[in-house]
């Protein structure tokens, strides 16, 4: 580890302590991090705090499974944001089904390694025109209307040096699963974040959508969409399937009084074993208004994430 990587490690260990980075202040990172992640002398104590944490987010996608997982872990980017970092590493434990000694091993290669991201690069190397990455996504299913009515809020990081058109997609599901969903079973409208600007019929199933932002995005910059969707009809789940790196996914679905007889949720599995009834999740309760919501956070490209239900309260068992 050369001595740039070994300031960025050093400061790392410091935000593990206590809460971790998720709940730092900004006067608790150090300077050799604080110039790895291009802070200014002008960024607000927040944009500082946040700057850092998108930088780690954005390098850790790089590590091994065991390490990225290590390294958020105890910098309260990953599972509970405990107050000490001895219960963090206690979970890690048991979720890496390793003792606790090996957990802590985990974490010194995973900063180790992230702080050799860091000195090879203060940004990664641009990525090809067009791409992105979301930061946060957040559906809002309605299933008490006359018909499935999504509102989708994405907020997503330009990864390109330029980004002027960013390419969407939308997977229809027709209730017949020997029949092919058509362009016209469903509707969208663009409330905020761009023009749509052309949709395309990629498959029987799949819709293709370019929506212009109102001014091209540059590297790193953030920006809100807000759409809806609705649909003729659709299978009894809803999912997100990333294509790219996508750090959090939330879901509230709405059933009012035609609660399923199960819901459950789905979380990294298989695109085709969403229909698979044999693959099960934990069981979710729909609350007094009859929705129910899922979190997930640091989502792998192609897995899918959501919530499946079956049948309704009123149909016979």
């Not at 996914?249 to 949720?265: A, E, H, M, N, Y």
Request: aromatic share 6%; with cysteine; glycine share 6%.
């Amino acid at each position: 580890m050369d001595g740039r990587a070994k300031r960025y490690d050093d400061d790392l260990k410091q935000l593990r302590k206590n809460r971790g980075l998720c709940l730092a202040r900004a006067d608790q990172i150090g300077a050799a991090l604080r110039e790895a992640c291009g802070v200014d002398s002008q960024d607000t104590p927040a944009e500082i705090v946040q700057k850092v944490t998108d930088a780690v987010l954005r390098h850790a996608a790089a590590l091994g499974e065991e390490q990225r997982v290590a390294a958020l872990t105890a910098l309260g980017l990953d599972g509970p944001q405990t107050r000490f970092l001895q219960e963090r590493e206690l979970w890690l434990a048991q979720r890496l089904e390793r003792n606790p000694r090996t957990a802590r091993r985990r974490i010194r290669e995973g900063f180790a390694e992230l702080a050799s991201l860091l000195a090879g690069s203060s940004r990664p190397a641009p990525c090809p025109a067009g791409t992105w990455r979301t930061e946060r996504l957040r559906v809002l299913l309605a299933l008490d209307q006359p018909q499935p009515e999504a509102f989708v809020f994405r907020h997503v990081i330009a990864d390109a040096e330029v980004l002027d058109e960013l390419d969407l997609a939308v997977t229809l599901t027709a209730s017949d699963r020997s029949a092919s969903a058509r362009e016209n079973d469903f509707s969208i409208d663009v409330f905020a974040g761009g023009t749509l600007v052309h949709r395309t019929q990629e498959t029987s199933q799949r819709i293709s959508l370019a929506l212009r932002p109102p001014k091209p995005l540059h590297y790193g910059e953030k920006h809100e969409i807000a759409m809806r969707f609705r649909v003729a009809e659709m299978l009894p789940h809803y999912v997100c399937v990333p294509k790219g790196a996508c750090e959090e996914f939330d879901l509230t679905v709405r059933f009012g009084d035609q609660t399923p007889r199960s819901i459950g949720l789905l979380e990294k599995v298989f695109q085709n074993d969403v229909h698979d009834d044999a693959v099960t999740g934990q069981p979710l309760e729909p609350d007094g208004a009859g929705e129910v919501r899922a979190r997930f956070r640091h989502l792998e490209p192609g897995f899918a994430y959501g919530i499946r239900w079956q049948g309704s309260a009123q149909e016979p068992s």
